[in-house]
């Protein structure tokens, strides 16, 4: 069973920065690709990062590209999006997502970018 736990996020001002981290347990996070998705309120939940398992390949939505990264720990099944230059649009609960034949999503973690 995989459990995933968000944290880091909270409230910043346009501009600001926040780093979310998502830690793991079981022994699948070192063989999986994980990654971010995002759900602002009224919206339809959005892809953002996505991460392989080795973590040497990214994939970024166009709406982030430039402006956040998504790293990954397989030492201590972690893997953090540190996002810079945010946006109030950015405002949403980012989820982390271990993606397989089966997916296991986080609870979530609140964003708030105000203007």
């Known amino acids: 069973q995989v459990q995933l736990v968000e944290s880091g996020g909270g409230l910043v001002q346009t501009g600001g920065s926040l780093r979310l981290s998502c830690a793991a347990s079981?022994?699948?996070?070192?063989?999986?690709?994980m990654a971010w998705f995002r759900q602002a309120p009224g919206k339809e939940r959005e892809f953002v990062a996505r991460?392989?398992?080795?973590?040497?390949?990214?994939y970024y939505a166009d709406s982030v590209k430039g402006r956040f990264t998504i790293s990954k720990n397989n030492a201590n099944n972690t893997v953090n999006l540190q996002m810079n230059s945010l946006k109030p649009e950015d405002t949403a609960v980012y989820y982390c997502?271990?993606?397989?034949?089966?997916?296991?999503w986080g609870q979530g973690t609140q964003v708030t970018v105000s203007s």
């Open positions: 991460i392989s398992w080795s973590g040497l390949s990214t």
């Open positions: 079981g022994r699948a996070f070192s063989s999986a690709t």
């Open positions: 997502v271990l993606q397989g034949p089966n997916s296991y």
